[in-house]
Nanobody, 125 residues
Framework: EVQLQASGGGLVQAGGSLRLSCVTS????????IAWFRRAPGKDREGVSC????????YYADSVKGRFTISSDNAKNTVYLQMNNLTPEDTAVYYC??????????????????WGQGTQVTVSS
């Protein structure tokens, strides 16, 4: 059974930091790209960051560049999203997703096969 378990969300003040984790199981981790998406209240889901299948390429939405860092621990089948200098605009439910054999980072949702349940991030001003 494929599982993506996102965790690490919470309530933080503006300027603070959080680290999200996406623990995966049930598929060959090295064969999948992992991405983080988020959905803010009243808005469509949007891509935040992704790391390609070969773990050599990463990609960030303009809104988070320089503040967020995606990384992976292949030994733990886990991808992290370090989020620094958070703003209220980062408030959203954050989801991780896995897509098979995506060698070029992308936010095309249809390319992602599996999705986690989401973790809430709330940034207060």
């Amino acid at each position: 059974e494929v599982q993506l378990q996102a965790s690490g969300g919470g309530l933080v003040q503006a300027g603070g930091s959080l680290r999200l984790s996406c623990v995966t199981s049930g598929f060959t981790f090295d064969d999948y790209a992992i991405a983080w998406f988020r959905r803010a209240p009243g808005k469509d889901r949007e891509g935040v960051s992704c790391i390609a299948t070969n773990r050599g390429s990463t990609y960030y939405a303009d809104s988070v560049k320089g503040r967020f860092t995606i990384s992976s621990d292949n030994a733990k089948n886990t991808v992290y999203l370090q989020m620094n200098n958070l703003t209220p605009e980062d408030t959203a439910v954050y989801y991780c997703a896995a897509g098979f054999s995506i060698s070029i980072p992308t936010f095309f949702e249809t390319w992602y096969d599996y999705w986690g349940q989401g973790t809430q991030v709330t940034v207060s001003s």
